[in-house]
């Protein structure tokens, strides 16, 4: 994870100063521009150096004893695939009816419930109208929302848990391809990032893909060999039940619209088994409150997840 890290400053480095040389030439800048200017090109290159050795190192060194001690691949049947579901909601009358009603449809679905964090509108009236499990969670932030979400599915009894939105960017029929994925895994996470699979409009826009992309690759360098991240924003996964109990007391509700990917590091940090699945994104109905209300307000999420992958989520909570 650092050699990435320091791979990535010593390429930005270098840039930087190519770029520099533009103001300078039309500029003028004299020979204390030119002397800074080298500077920069020159001295990128160790961080560069240093941050492929790491990488290297951590590739030809470490590798076979960072990776999962199972010799075989993980096929773990589950003998009752029923399963219980739980949406988050915030200010989503308008959505949430419909979501509901499309889970409750599946076959395999139990019972629905919607947590709604101190929604201002009528989203829990909606929700209990479409026949969903409707409870309130009076601490505000997504964090508090998603925890909420486990703490009730969990008191179900199913060993199948499904945690989704209910702003319908998500649909039902891509729980098929999650307990395909099932037996493999404590938890099957969906990934966004197949290209077909989306909506030709959504949320995630291409900044946010990319962004999504580079910080699901610096978590998966930090639990290398254990898993393979392309989304860390999702909302849409299926866990275990047994597993999730045993991640309760280690997760943080304080983290706000960082939660899924603490949550993904928390998971493999307890060494549970993560897969990623492909799933549909379809556009969101009503307006956005999270993440994706633009793309400076996703920078500033996607600095604060790397913060917390690198130096630590208690500093980012809340």
């Not at 009816?97 to 964090?117: C, K, M, Q």
């Not at 479409?130 to 964090?143: H, M």
């Not at 509700?253 to 699945?277: K, S």
């Not at 994104?281 to 997840?305: C, E, Y």
């Amino acid at each position: 994870m650092y050699g990435m890290l320091l791979a990535c400053l010593g390429i930005t480095m270098y840039l930087f100063g190519v770029l520099l040389a533009i103001p300078r030439n039309l500029l003028g800048g004299g020979d204390r521009f030119l002397d800074f200017n080298e500077w920069v090109v020159w001295y990128s290159g160790m961080p560069l150096t240093l941050g492929l050795c790491l990488g290297l190192m951590d590739l030809f060194v470490f590798f076979g004893r960072k990776r999962s001690p199972r010799l075989e691949v993980r096929h773990d049947p589950i003998a009752d695939t029923r399963l219980v579901v739980a949406l988050t909601a915030y200010d989503d009358e308008a959505s949430i009816g419909d979501a509901v009603r499309d889970f409750r449809s599946h076959p395999l679905v139990d019972e629905v419930i919607v947590v709604s964090n101190n929604s201002r509108d009528n989203t829990l009236d909606r929700a209990r109208e479409a026949g969903a499990t409707a409870v309130n969670e009076p601490q505000q932030g997504y964090g508090h929302c998603v925890y909420r979400c486990f703490q009730e599915a969990i008191t179900r009894g199913n060993e199948l848990i499904v945690v989704c939105e209910g702003d319908r960017t998500f649909r039902a029929y891509d729980i098929d391809k999650f307990l395909a994925y099932a037996p493999h895994a404590d938890i099957v996470s969906g990934t966004r990032t197949v290209e077909r699979l989306r909506a030709r409009v959504t949320q995630l826009s291409t900044f946010m893909y990319y962004g999504n992309l580079f910080v699901g690759k610096l978590l998966e360098a930090k639990h290398l060999g254990r898993s393979t991240i392309t989304d860390v924003g999702t909302t849409y996964k299926l866990c275990r039940r047994s597993a999730l109990s045993l991640l309760m007391a280690h997760l943080q509700p304080t983290v706000n619209l960082e939660f899924n990917a603490h949550f993904l590091d928390v998971a493999l940090d307890q060494g549970c088994d993560i897969v990623e699945c492909p799933i549909t994104l379809h556009a969101r109905v009503g307006i956005s409150k999270g993440g994706n209300v633009s793309n400076g307000r996703a920078l500033k999420v996607g600095l604060r997840m790397l913060l917390g992958i690198v130096w630590s989520w208690k500093v980012i909570r809340a």
